[in-house]
């Protein structure tokens, strides 16, 4: 891995994961695919990410056939948000499923596999794309089709959003690092005040139809990020908040205005996915 690529940090933890300890091994993480032969292994790392409200890829490979799917029962309210519980309730009793040892697997749809989830992985990371909440697709490779399946969360399972790392505070944030996050609410409710925040929308411009905060302004963070020109009439004497569909982009871009001195930076937490009240896109620009 680091000889693919140089810039990554690989931290290998030898302890045995299980249910005893998963939740302490997966904290403090941000994203986890499983791809774990095992039942135990399975839900242990199911049942911690849903407790630590962490976004699950998973997959399970069988002789020809595979199932893939995104595990978030903390999602953002109003996205689909099934677990690995919702699917199966409990694991099956143990001898009834063969190892994939016994069974065995077609090698190259282990791989087709493992490329869909990294790429599952990417669209959750980066907030494009739609993932496969609530969608778990079968793949099966002897007749060469794809099928969807919906799951929804089970009757009774109450949502309970993912409690966040960072707030906003009321002092702006100077220098590098991590931008302070500022939350729908706080913003909504300053949007009307004396002092309304510059919202500042990096998503793609086929994303706006789905509506934008209130008085945004766009601007596409891969233009952003190239063209210091392009945030000429961004200002610098106001709070600016950066909005993408839900959060990385805007990080991202806040790492390139505060490379060009802006610093009363903030990013919407939870992005788009989390803005009850979207509006139409003007395209005009405030």
Partial sequence: ?????????????????????????????????DGSDNFDTRYAVADACAELGIPLVWAAVFRTEAHLTVFWPSAPEGVAAPGLRDLFPQPPAPGTVPACGDAGVVGPLVGQVGSMMATEAIKLITGVGRSLLGRVLFID?????????????????????????????????SGGGVTAVVSPTDLASRLDGAQAPFVLDVRDAHELADGVVPGAAHIPVSILTSDPASSADVPTDRDVVLVCRAGPRAELAATALRARGYERLFVLEGGMLAWSAPVPHELEMP
């Fill in 1 to 33: 891995m680091r000889a693919l690529n140089p810039d990554v940090a690989v931290t290998g933890v030898g302890d045995h994961l299980g249910a005893a300890n998963a939740a302490h091994i997966l904290a403090d993480h941000d994203l986890v695919l």
């Fill in 141 to 173: 490779v002897l007749a060469a089709t794809q099928r969807e399946i919906p799951l929804a969360a089970r009757a009774g399972r109450t949502h309970s959003p993912r409690k966040p790392r960072r707030r906003a505070t009321p002092a702006p944030t």
